[in-house]
Structures are given as C-alpha cells and as structure tokens.
Nanobody, 131 residues
Framework: QVQLVESGGGSVQAGGSLRLSCVAS????????MGWFRQAPGKEREAVGV???????AYADSVKGRFTVSLDKTKNTLNLQMNSLQPEDTAIYYC?????????????????????????WGQGAQVTVSS
C-alpha cells in the first residue's frame, strides 16, 4: 500500500507563485511514475507535470515554462513549483503515483503522462488564483 500526503496550495493573485509537495510512504516500487494532476470544476482531470523515477519529465502545454516538477528520491517527495499563476490554473491538484512492473526501461515523461497508469492518489490540494 502507498500513501501520498500533499501539502501546500492555497490562494494567490495572478502572477504569484505556489509550491505543492507530496510525501510518499509505504510500498517501494523499483520502476514508477509520479505526477501532479488537476481538475477544475466542470473539466476533466489533466496531467500537469509528471516524472519517471529516472528523472524524465513531461508537462502540459499550458504550464510549460511556468511549472516545474521535481522528484527527491532521498525524501520520497514530489514537488511542484508553480510560477506566474493565472486564474485558469485554479483547480484541485492531486499527487499520484504509478507502480510499474519491475523489469524494463526507466519510464519516460511522455509515458508517465498517461493518467490511467496511476493507481495511488493523494487527497487533493486546492489552488485558487484570483485576477
């Protein structure tokens, strides 16, 4: 079993910054993806920034150049630094982890962008950006 505990988030004005963190505990996979997903009211969930355990990352086009996902394997922590936030970034942000089969190449960021891979989810953190 894997537990994901998120922290950070909150409210900020447009142009501001926030940082989300997610600490993972429990079962340790040798191959995995971790990522941040978000869901705004009335919209489908989308991948924001993801990373494979080899370090390969991928981002949604809408956040490229503004958001940075980072994985600290020594602390089992996934971070999302969000800069130049805009009102359209308002959503609930979820940390997620995908446990993969132990044999095979390290997963790429593009591979990790598939939300259906993820079998562990955090409780979600609200991010609200006002104009």
């Amino acid at each position: 079993q894997v537990q994901l505990v998120e922290s950070g988030g909150g409210s900020v004005q447009a142009g501001g910054s926030l940082r989300l963190s997610c600490v993972a505990s429990g079962y340790t996979y040798t191959r995995y993806c971790m990522g941040w997903f978000r869901q705004a009211p009335g919209k489908e969930r989308e991948a924001v920034g993801v990373v494979g355990n080899g370090g390969s990352t991928a981002y949604a086009d809408s956040v490229k150049g503004r958001f940075t996902v980072s994985l600290d394997k020594t602390k089992n922590t996934l971070n999302l630094q969000m800069n130049s936030l805009q009102p359209e970034d308002t959503a609930i942000y979820y940390c997620a982890k995908a446990g993969l089969q132990p044999l095979g190449r390290l997963p790429s960021g593009d591979y990790c962008s598939n939300g259906q891979l993820y079998n562990h989810w955090g409780q979600g953190a609200q991010v609200t950006v006002s104009s």
